[in-house]
């Protein structure tokens, strides 16, 4: 009898899933499974060691080292060669945070506002939301040194705010949280819509 799968930890959700080399016709399709993706969001995003990567991902050394041959391996393929790369994004839970006036109120969407929601989206709906006080507002530093740690710590994917200078985009995308840019989200619900 064989071993029981151990669960592995996968917290990046791809912002794009498909890169088509621009051919008159590419040789096929590969894809990229989610160990891959977040062994490559670790290791070659973020320069994570090996050892810290494979505890974050819950698995062993000797398993990262596969998974990481294999997504390069097939990265290497694709550009050499002319595939079209596919990412399959088993993800189906995921956090997004914005910035809000109040409880609710999803109206303004400017990063100076007092509350943060953290909505945790599964299956394409809203499991719950959770509202904490802005980073932004209780330190007297620039939003791209407090936000994107604290957003971290929150297990967040994508920050949705009406506009995000640079130097906070680059920030959250060096965390590996994504930007969606909006005003206003009404009804909530809506959500959902941004990224399905």
Known sequence: MGRNKIQRNCCFKPHCRKFTPIVEKYVGTMEINSDEMEAIFLMDYQGQYQEDAAKQMNVSRPTLSRIIKSARKKISTAII?????????????????????????????????????????K?????????????????????????????????VNYWISEQIGEGLKNSLLAKGIFIKECSSISPIDDITKLFY
């Open 123 to 155: 299956n394409k709906k809203i499991i719950g939301i959770n509202y904490i006080s802005n980073p932004i507002l209780q330190e007297e530093i620039k939003p791209s040194q407090v936000l994107p740690e604290f957003l971290k710590k929150y297990h």
């Open 81 to 121: 060669l002319g595939y079209e790369l596919h990412i399959v994004d088993n993800k189906d839970k995921f956090v997004v945070a914005l910035s809000t006036n109040k409880e609710g109120d999803f109206s303004n969407l400017s990063n100076k506002n007092p509350l943060i929601a953290l909505i945790h989206i």
